[in-house]
């Protein structure tokens, strides 16, 4: 199978491009230099010169290589979480490939092929949804008669230099979960290039710092334990006396966490999430969610381990991908609910084993009183 390549992206990312591509008879068509019009919609192609656009440029001769193509890759920057215009522009200009006529198309009514069925991919640099990247190569897959070769975000070190980490708990590092959970995040980090930095805001001696860092900064990730459904008040607090404006554009992502299992119990604040980096001059780069966080820093150092290895793999993910927001992340959370039966026999298993673990804990702090106790009725 012929598979043709076309890279807006210059000769920078060729080495990396055949890593990534496994077929034997691969064309890699640098159109960084080429003269290319974007699609004006006149139907020409269609209705006047049926398979030749109305524009003399470059694309041409693309169009020559794409009908002896099998698979098409495009290589692109991103823009506002999708395909930057040159991207975008290549399969724009890809009508003279279909006729105008309609008919159906694994139930899809789409234009009908003038030639044969192409497969799309779509290898990305920046910031961009996987998943949405995903849905729009198998959407074009099909106006195209194909299927869908996926979408790979490209590894672009050298734009993540710098990453400003903010642990927003308000509890102090030492007996801290999520510093915990940082460090082990950071983990992942080693050998990508990254640098970091760490602010607590537990500390207010700290807070003139994390807003310098924040402002002057490209990549920031706060992480904080979820309270009370939401953001803890102090991490509110310290965001409210940041400046409505920032110095330079920056990408926010976040690292929710908290005690119990399930997805479901981090959702709204998940959705106060997704709206807070526009509000703070910032885009936004997902959120890491992940439960079970309850009393890390009181358990065995083997345990504790155990808990946080798991973050030090999405460390890694993110020095690959820039963000949080690949299917790998959102799959980080676990099971959304557990289902009825797993409910009931954590009820009369678990359940009970972990109430006389609070009790002994509880304990252990010199507490004499019952936990259920009503000190004011």
Known sequence: MKTLVLNTLGNDYTEQIKTLIKEKEVEIVDTSGMKIAHCMGCNQCWLKTPGICA?????????????????????SDTRFGFLDYKGKRLMDRIMP??????????????????????????????????????????????????????????Q??????????????????????????IHSFVKGLEGTGITWELHNLSNRKEWDAAREAFLSHERILIAFPLY????????????????????QPAQLSFLLHGGMDEGFE??????????????LGCR???????????????????????????????GRLFAQNGNFLTPEAKKFTGPEQY???????????????????????AKSWGC??????KPYS
């Open 156 to 181: 672009v070190k050298s734009e993540f230099y710098h990453l400003v980490i903010i642990n927003g708990s308000p509890r102090v590092a030492k007996f801290s979960n999520t510093d915990k959970i």
């Open 55 to 75: 524009y003399k440029d470059d694309y041409e001769i693309i169009l020559k290589k794409l009908v002896q193509a099998d698979n098409l890759w495009i290589v």
């Open 266 to 279: 981090f959702r709204f604040c998940e959705r106060i999430l997704q709206g807070l980096p526009a509000q």
């Open 284 to 314: 936004f780069g997902g959120t890491l969610i992940h439960g079970g966080s309850f009393g890390i820093r009181t358990r065995e150092d083997a345990v504790k381990a155990k808990i946080v290895a798991p973050y030090e793999k999405m």
């Open 228 to 247: 009370v459904e939401c953001i803890p008040s102090l991490m509110l607090e310290f965001l409210e006396s940041l400046p409505s404006e920032r110095r």
């Open 97 to 154: 490939m279909l006729n105008m006529t309609i008919g159906f198309r694994d139930g899809w009514m789409r234009h009908e092929l003038r030639y044969h069925p192409l497969n799309i991919g779509l290898l990305y640099k920046g910031d961009a949804d996987q998943m949405m990247m995903e849905d729009w190569c198998k959407r074009t897959a099909v106006n195209i008669g194909g299927q869908s070769l996926g979408a790979i975000a490209l």
């Open 368 to 373: 004499t009183r019952p936990l259920d106790d």
């Open 339 to 361: 289902p009825w039966m797993a409910r009931k026999m954590v009820s009369l298993l678990f359940l009970k084993k972990v109430n006389k673990g609070f009790e002994d804990f």
